[in-house]
């Protein structure tokens, strides 16, 4: 099958043009600048896509999501989130080992590649979970399957919090991959909680306001300065996930600043921390309650700003869904953890036409550094040879997010109501249309993202 978008307004690889791509079966055979004219008439061989108006990127590649299968279904499987994530322009995942059971043997990671295999709409990666007893088994990962390791240092869904310093130092030690690390240190919630409730007299619950006052600063940015210093201790490659304070932001850029070799240490921001703060809860609640929590606006700008400077290396979404009925309660019951993975890129968008940073940036933050960083074999980019994964955005759609315009199986987003000026109309995964005008295609699957680390 060969596919040719026309006349698009390509962004990528820190350059807008107008162009074409040519596309045949999966890879992307040439990237032609400038206007043409399509000659062909669409056939069961040919497909011309008349991409006037619209801006064409590479698709997003989501480097932290949790897809909940096996064993939460109830709230979302890999099916009903890849749909949503082909309707959010995101063509690659990577999804995080805290299902039930975790995904923290060799036997259960084949299980996740069989059912990603039969269900999933858009490419698919699964990391190991480490724990405190299966460090023997990290060695024996295969480097061109595998991602990376995630390690919990400090609890969150699934409690598969790694508290045993002798099995962090090994971990640190013998992992033969980036070390993904969830950074809250639990002695200091633990502290703040039993501090409110003397306050509170003994109240098992509080409004959610003070979530970001439990799960504070203090705690992400201690847990994380022990993982950077553990990092440069072992020689380990680490990566911190959804750094969330300015506190963090100054650590990282101090490390990048001095280290002799700056990725050795890298970071992502995720968009429920770049799109809401503290200031949001009087409005959506426990909706937004999210581990770690979502900050004050002065961390906000700082993560912001991060993105556009290069202290923190790329935006993953940390989607996490859970049902409504699940995020009743206050700071302590209230489930943590929202489902965003649809609204990602056009977040992005967003921001930039605030001036947080240019357009060009975008390919940069969700496609090329994930890519990059864990050497994703031909994709990211818009180029000759690269497998065709990409996305056209509208720039005047003008829509408004509401029930049936989103796709996740637990039914709600923090996003509902909101109005977006761009709007993903068509996601090709590996050449083949995922997704066109709200509907996504029936049939259309995924491949296993391999990597040449």
Known sequence: MRTTIHNATIVNEGRTFV???????????????GETTPQDA???EQLSIDARGLYLFPGVIDTHVHFREPGLTHKADIASESRTAAAGGVTSYMEMPNTIPPTT???RLEEKWKLACEHSRVNYSFFFGATNDNTEILPQLDSHLVPGVKIFLGSSTGNMVVDDPEAIRRIFQTSPLRIVAHCEDDSIIQHNIKEFKHKYKGQNDFPVRYHSRIRSVEACWEASNRAIELAVETGARLHIAHVSSAREVEMLRDFKQ???DPQQVTAEACIAHLMFTTEDYDHLGTKIKCNPSVKTPEDQLALRK??????????????????????TGGALK???GMPLIQFSLVSMLEMSDEGCFPIERIP???SHNPADLYSIDRRGYIRPGYFADLVLVDPEANWQVAEGRYYTKCGWTPMDERTFKWKVVRTLVNGKTAYLDG?????????QLTFNQ
């Not at 162009?19 to 600048?33: A, C, P, Q, R, W």
């Not at 509907?439 to 491949?447: A, L, P």
């Open 258 to 260: 001095h280290a002799t």
């Open 334 to 336: 209230a489930m943590s």
């Open 105 to 107: 043997t060799i036997e």
């Open 19 to 33: 162009g074409s791509v040519n596309i045949e079966d999966e890879l992307i055979t040439s990237v032609i600048e």
């Open 42 to 44: 669409d056939t069961d």
């Open 306 to 327: 991060a993105l556009a400077d290069g202290t923190i290396d790329f935006v993953a979404t940390d989607h996490a869904p859970h049902l409504l009925n699940e995020k």
């Open 364 to 366: 940069s933050l969700m």
């Open 439 to 447: 509907i996504v295609i029936d049939g259309i699957r995924g491949r």
